[in-house]
């Protein structure tokens, strides 16, 4: 039976990067997962991603001068701290409910995952993510 909504396909609990995370263990849980974007609620509770090429770029100044002293005072900070001064920004990403048609979704996943959703009151739940590598 081939799948036809997004549930058949997705990762179930997804892992994710909560504000009060330091950039240390959001650069280990990409790096030991071989993730390349990890889903976060933004400040208003919207879901969107963190990219490990944002991350990258946060912590290059440090890896440039060789400054270790630098670089563990970044990997150091929560990432609240480091979204509130404006030194990574977030990926607008969509989000599907688990229902949804794959045929639908194929189109947006080719350069971004999409995360999956269920309306839990005002919020929305992540309860999957899809990614071009789960339609192969």
Known sequence: MSAKIAEDLMVRNPTTVEPWHNIAAVRRAMLGNS???????????????LSDVAVV?????ADNSGNKSLRNKLLGKPLNEIL??????????????P????????KIITMLPALIVEKDGNKERLVGILTAFDLL
């Open 35 to 49: 993730y390349s974007f990890l889903p976060v609620r933004d400040t208003n509770g919207v879901w969107k991603l």
């Open 57 to 61: 770029k946060y912590l290059r100044p």
């Open 84 to 97: 509130e001064a404006g030194d990574i920004e977030l990926t607008e990403c969509k989000c599907y409910a």
């Open 99 to 106: 229902n949804k048609n794959i045929g639908d979704i194929k």
